[in-house]
């Protein structure tokens, strides 16, 4: 126990305005919000995957098996490749859009005109 | 085909996994003796955190350059006739572009949860830690704390680096939970970059040193802006018959910081609260060496002058004075690159960073009494751990502007003769 709550100091805010970057300040929020949601699920599954490697080596799982595990380095890498493949699937439309500037993209609309042309 | 084969074509290998070039796991943080006690999934946290920041930096961050170099850049010449003038042209410019709010956005948002989840760390097992803390440093000299001191605008103007608290806060007596969750979320940040103990910069410092410096034996060791210690304890380290003065002005830090030098022993340093500007306890002439690391950029104009004079009165003939920071921004450094430099500066809370990096650092040297010929030029980058991270050695491709862990010396060595004719 403490004296100090950490569920109301753990999210306190820095002294300093906070900037906002996207058009609409709600969006932002929104992703912030998206965001901390993606970090949570991460946790779960990086903690799935050391109940399943506890089970693979032991065949039987406490807690305190869990909270002591540490990954060996190719179990971390592993791990590691995962959120690799996570963040990229998370954040493709940034990937999408970085590609489309480069891509010299038209409309389906406006190929479809050009194909019909005879 | 058979069983054994796994059903591949006959003569074809099986596909090696994608090599792994990301950070590593968390669990290889160098764990010292007051280090917070840190759950599974809190440590799942910090590797989510320590893969964006890697993702943002490699994967969405390069998406900017290319939305300059497409649109950002050609509609402003359109529309104005001419080139960008000055980096904050550029950066108003950008703030317009979508890459570049998304991947700001990103960013904001992943140092706050990085804030967030250090924070619930050391918060929930805040009694215990300050108590652990308070039996190492209780009663010993080496911790010299000043109640009374006064906060220096640049301190309490604004919480840097969206640190909530900053280095001096302290939410109940005793308290060193700030220091320690910065300590904790470096190794996140950084994706293991400065080394396991967070000290490569210090380490690079000391080596430095050595190489370059080889007949100088410093006594008398003076840290400014010393922050927990993880810079000053490698250089402490590499002199260990010197006696070593690390000033901050934050308590939590000076207490952590001793605490934790203790249990990774290093013995030989004090730490002091203090303002740096103005040191007036200590005598002419008393010091061997005075090192500031990743320190000025938090200060301000007028303390640097106070301080470049403070460092100069204090240094023995002989003695040398190093600052580290990263470079500076010179007409050589391309407008672009000077405005990303300057994203920490106005969006995370580093607002001196930008007026920083844009004076003549060797000007404010030479006003503060130290000799043009006798000031120092070099370059250092983070000392890593190979086990930890065998490629770090020679990654030189990921540039994080204003981040990555490689940073310019500039000091002076404090000529004999100047000394003397004083």
């Known amino acids: 126990m403490t004296s100090l709550d950490p569920l109301a100091l753990a999210g306190a805010k820095a002294k300093g305005k906070r900037p906002f970057f996207l058009e609409n300040p709600d969006v932002e929020r929104l992703m912030t919000i998206v965001m901390a949601v993606a970090q949570e699920l991460a946790v779960v599954r990086e903690r799935l995957d050391t109940v399943e490697r506890l089970l693979d080596e032991k065949g039987t799982i406490s807690r305190a098996d869990i909270e002591a595990f540490s990954p060996d380095k190719a179990a971390a890498d592993e791990r590691g490749a995962w959120m690799q493949e996570y963040l990229a699937r998370v954040l493709r439309v940034l990937q999408q859009d970085r590609e489309a500037l480069q891509a010299g993209d038209q409309y389906s609309e406006e190929i479809a005109e050009e194909l019909a042309k005879s | ?422």
Request: hydrophobic share 40%.
């Open chain 2, 1 to 422: 085909m058979s069983p054994a084969d796994g059903g591949r074509p006959a003569g074809t290998a099986p596909q090696e996994p994608r090599a792994y070039d990301g950070p590593p796991d968390y669990r290889v943080v160098g764990r010292h003796g007051v280090f917070p006690e840190t759950s599974h999934d809190e440590i799942a946290r910090f590797n989510f955190l320590a893969h964006m920041n890697r993702h943002l930096a490699t994967k969405v961050m390069p998406g900017v350059k290319d939305a300059y170099d497409a649109r950002v850049e050609p509609a402003f010449a359109k529309a104005e006739g001419r080139a960008f003038a000055n980096r904050h042209e550029v950066r108003k410019a950008l703030l317009k572009d979508p890459m570049f709010q998304w991947w700001s956005a990103l960013r904001r948002a992943t140092m706050e949860q990085r804030q967030q989840a250090g924070r619930w760390v050391t918060l929930r097992q805040a009694d215990d830690l300050n108590a652990r803390i308070g039996a190492l440093t209780e009663g010993d000299r080496r911790l010299a704390l000043d109640p009374s001191l006064d906060m220096p605008r640049y301190v309490s103007a604004v919480d840097h680096h969206c640190m909530p608290g900053s280095y001096h806060t302290e939410l109940t007596k005793g308290d060193a939970t700030g220091a320690a969750n910065y300590d904790i979320g470096l190794f996140a940040t950084t994706g293991g970059m400065l080394g396991r103990f967070n000290d490569g910069g210090g380490v690079a410092v000391a080596r430095w040193v050595k190489k370059n410096l080889p007949d100088f034996e410093p006594k008398r060791i003076l840290d400014i802006g010393c922050g927990l210690g993880h810079n000053v304890l490698p250089i402490a380290a590499a002199y260990p018959d010197a006696e070593v003065i690390a000033v901050d002005v934050g308590a939590p830090m000076l207490r952590y910081g001793l605490a934790r030098a203790k249990t990774l022993g290093v013995d030989n340093v004090a730490f002091v609260q203090g303002d740096v500007s103005k040191l007036s306890a200590y005598a002419d002439e008393s010091f061997d060496w005075i090192q500031s690391t990743m320190f000025l950029h938090e200060t301000s104009y007028t303390s640097m002058q106070a301080i470049f004079k403070e460092t100069q009165r204090l240094l023995k003939p002989g003695g040398v004075v190093l600052h580290v920071e990263q470079p500076q921004y010179t007409d050589d450094m391309l407008l672009f690159e000077q405005a990303m430099r300057d994203w920490d500066a106005f969006y995370n809370n580093e607002p001196f960073w930008t007026k920083m990096h844009e004076i003549d650092l060797d000007a404010f040297m030479k006003a503060a009494g130290f000799d043009g010929e006798a000031l120092i030029h070099g370059g250092v980058a983070a000392v890593v751990d190979p086990e930890v991270f065998p490629e770090a050695a020679g990654d030189d491709e990921q540039e994080d502007y204003g981040r990555k862990a490689a940073w310019h010396v500039v000091g002076a060595r404090k000529g004999a003769a100047q000394a003397a004719a004083q």
